[in-house]
């Protein structure tokens, strides 16, 4: 017994004089060389930390135990350089001393509680997101977080999803801009740096497509369909280099993800290459279970370890069932060494063999605990995220010298509902959130008179408090009411079949609009909603999301003109839940219809134009924009060749402001058919009152692209058309024919 572990000693005193002479691959071998069975299937063990969780809590008596011998490679919702030492430090423990991987939803912020996704998304600002990303792992990574579960990069195109405010919407080019964006953001320049954390692109895959809009439900999709709509932002996202991918709750045409080899290993490690691991979303292995795909935890943890799964987050199926699998013959252990070995050169890539406790800095945390530069950041992002629908005879900006405000509804004075789902509790939050109330009051001048009346709950069947909310209003020069969704009614396990205003809040804006007086419509969501009647009748309409820990201010900003808003929208606003799902890049029909007016034996709706309420790329500014002399630099291309379009943008209002650029094509007759719509490319130029510019967008061969049947990549001959606007419907057309392929 002695010997052994005196050669084993020796061991380890080689691999460590050797590993700077190795690749990491060769020491991850190495490691693996020394592993027991056990060991090996501990390093793709995931737990949650009992204290804190983003699911049920699941504690084990044994949890500290289990770490000390080695039996876990990761845990998530640890956090705070203390905890994850002290964690740490347990499994330095071990026979081996193999560190564990912190992991935590840090989805928009971790102290500083940026806008929720979708909300960032609107911007369309890529740099803007990267920086945010990389702020919220700097942040996380100084509070002993290894590993970020975003970003999350499913299509949507269905708002009842409540997931939808966690993604960027519904189009896979932007989509794809955003997940890099999300991506090297969390990263930064190399794993490793203490500012930065790994990210994990998921669900994996076409989560945002379940049936329904219910959360956890089937997915059921053609190939053409996943391969160019919900896989594109995953392949951009492997491309960006991310560390790891998480497979998603859902079915994919009767395979549970968790279990789906064709995602995994064709897809993934085999046609993308990816050097990453996968890990499973909570509990997904053992629910294979539940899908009818697998009798027992044992076949659950056959199927996903030889489908490509590595790690099982708080499934308990590969700690329990992996090892009596391999030596029973059915499970080889080439494929445990697989997974282990992906899990462990990201071990290494962070620096955890040389310095366990390189992440766990309690003064670096402190310095991060309250930096005014990120609050700044957070403003500037929620300024960017804000939406403005509606302007009639431009009420807004306001004056700051306006004599008298009131400010109604049930989220003027709301705190942590302006973070949104997926945020941080902390203590002082009541102090650090700018509330939409005390931003508004910073703003104006000193002889502007504040009037409130909250009106209503979010979620009210009450009109008790109209009559207070009338009697402001009435005394008011100008009505502000901030109405929508409660944070916590967006996100996982949010599904909702109606999605209009809750409660009576749109009754609320009827009744403060029939005084008279000037309304200014704030709608706080996380998903788009519907407000037939205030997108009719109110005057001003600013679509503001969550915006997280300087929301107040952001939105203060905007009201009183010290920021245009220039946000756009990167989803489509059903006029009725019966739309859904709605998407500008639908496929036409043999009968198409006309226009919104129905017509017999078209393919419309007897009762609701086809139209969505607000299209894709939609958003307006306090100024107003032009496109002019769209041009070509040629009409007829071959293969290969480039195409440039040019275009003028005019500001021909009376602000200084920001246009999104909007690039369109489409493909006039392929087979399989192609959108009536695609987006291929966008850009923001900052324009003065006045001021013209010329942008120039390149289409590529690779534009012209698309996955066919037999999911071939590539162009067909023909005619196409060029788009470009400022949103999806409003454009100036011109064409080119592609004459070889």
């Known amino acids: 017994m002695k010997a052994t572990y005196l050669g084993f000693l020796a061991s380890l005193v080689f691999l460590n004089a050797q590993a700077q002479h190795k690749t990491i691959g060769q020491r991850a071998d190495s490691i693996i060389h020394l592993m027991t069975l056990e060991e090996k299937i501990g390093q793709m063990n995931q737990y949650t930390g009992d204290w804190q969780a983003t699911g049920p809590i699941t504690p ?230 539940n899908h009818g795909y697998a009798k027992d935890n044992t076949q659950a943890a056959e199927e996903a370890v030889t489908a490509g799964s590595d790690m099982d987050m708080e499934g308990r199926a590969y700690i329990g069932c992996l090892a009596e699998l391999v030596r029973s013959g059915k499970v080889k252990e080439s494929i445990i060494d697989e997974a282990v070995k992906r899990i462990l050169v990201k071990k290494l890539e962070l620096g955890l063999f040389e310095n366990p406790y390189k992440f766990c800095d309690s003064a670096k945390e402190q310095s991060q605990w309250n930096d005014a530069a990120n609050l700044q950041v957070a403003k500037m992002m929620a300024e960017r995220s804000i939406v403005l629908l509606k ?24 705190v ?53 909310a009338i009697q402001a209003a009435a005394q008011a020069d100008v009505v502000i009411v901030s109405v929508g969704e409660a944070g916590n009614m967006s996100g996982e396990a949010k599904s909702r079949s109606n999605i209009h205003l809750p409660g009576v809040q749109e009754e609320l804006i009827k009744a403060l609009c029939a005084t008279g007086k000037p309304v200014v419509v704030l709608i706080n969501a996380g998903r788009p909603l519907v407000f037939n009647w205030t997108a009719d009748h109110a005057p001003a309409i600013v679509y503001t999301w969550f915006l997280g820990t300087e929301a107040g201010d952001a939105i203060a900003d905007v009201l009183f003109g010290d920021y245009n808003p220039s946000g756009k929208l990167p989803i489509s606003f059903p006029r009725s839940e019966g739309q859904i799902p709605i998407y500008y890049n639908h496929f036409n029909t043999g009968r198409p219809a006309h226009g919104d007016a129905p017509a017999p034996y078209t393919s419309g709706y007897l009762d609701l134009p086809n139209s969505p309420q607000y299209a894709f790329g939609y958003g307006l500014s306090y100024t107003n924009f032009s496109y002019s002399g769209l041009k070509l630099d040629k009409n007829q291309v071959h293969s290969g060749q480039d195409i440039q379009v040019t275009v003028q943008v005019s500001n021909t209002g009376n602000y200084d402001g920001e246009e999104t650029a909007q690039l369109y094509i489409r493909d006039i007759v392929s087979q399989p058919v192609r959108p009536v719509k695609e987006l291929k490319a966008f850009q923001k130029v900052w324009l003065k009152k006045g001021e013209t510019k010329t942008i120039t967008f390149t289409l590529t061969s690779k534009d012209l692209s698309f996955y066919d049947n037999d999911l071939h990549f590539s162009f067909q001959p023909g005619d196409f058309k060029v788009f470009v606007g400022g949103n999806s419907q409003d454009v100036k057309e011109a064409g080119f024919t592609l004459l070889d392929q």
């Open 60 to 289: 084990d008596g044994d949890k500290q135990n289990q770490i000390r011998k080695g039996m876990l490679g990761s845990m998530l919702n640890v956090t705070g350089a203390a905890h994850t030492r002290e964690i740490q430090e347990m499994a330095m423990q071990s026979r081996l001393k193999i560190p564990l991987l912190f992991g935590l939803d840090v989805i928009h912020g971790y102290r500083t509680t940026f806008p929720i996704p979708l909300a960032e998304a609107a911007s369309w600002d890529t740099a803007a997101i990267r920086l945010s990303a990389h702020i919220a792992a700097k942040e996380a990574a100084a509070a002993g977080i290894h590993w970020t579960f975003a970003p999350m990069v499913d299509i949507a195109r269905d708002p009842r999803w409540g997931r939808v405010m966690e993604g960027a919407g519904e189009d896979p080019f932007l989509g794809s801009q955003i997940a890099i964006a999300r991506v090297t953001g969390f990263q930064g320049t190399r794993l490793g740096s203490t500012d930065a954390v790994m990210a994990c692109a998921k669900h994996f895959a076409a989560y945002g497509a379940a049936i329904g809009g219910r959360d956890y439900n089937a997915v059921d999709m053609s190939d053409q369909t996943l391969w160019n709509v919900y896989l594109p932002p995953f392949k951009a996202a492997a491309e960006a280099g991310a560390a790891t991918f998480m497979n998603s709750f859902n079915s994919l045409n009767g395979i549970p993800a968790s279990g789906n080899a064709y995602l995994q290993r064709t897809i993934l490690k085999g046609d993308w290459k990816f050097q990453g691991f996968v890990v499973s979303d909570w509990g997904s292995i053992s629910e294979m279970v």
């Open 416 to 468: 942590r509902d302006n973070l949104g789902f997926w945020s941080f509790a902390w203590p002082d939050d009541t102090t650090r959130i700018i509330t939409q109330y005390d931003g508004i009051q910073k703003k104006v001048g000193a002889g502007t008179h504040l009037l409130y009346a909250q009106g209503c709950g979010i979620k009210d069947t009450s009109t008790a408090g109209f009559s207070e």
């Open 391 to 414: 302007n009639q005879q431009g009420l807004l900006p306001l004056s700051k010298q306006t004599k008298t405000i009131a400010l109604i509804g049930p989220l003027m004075k709301s």
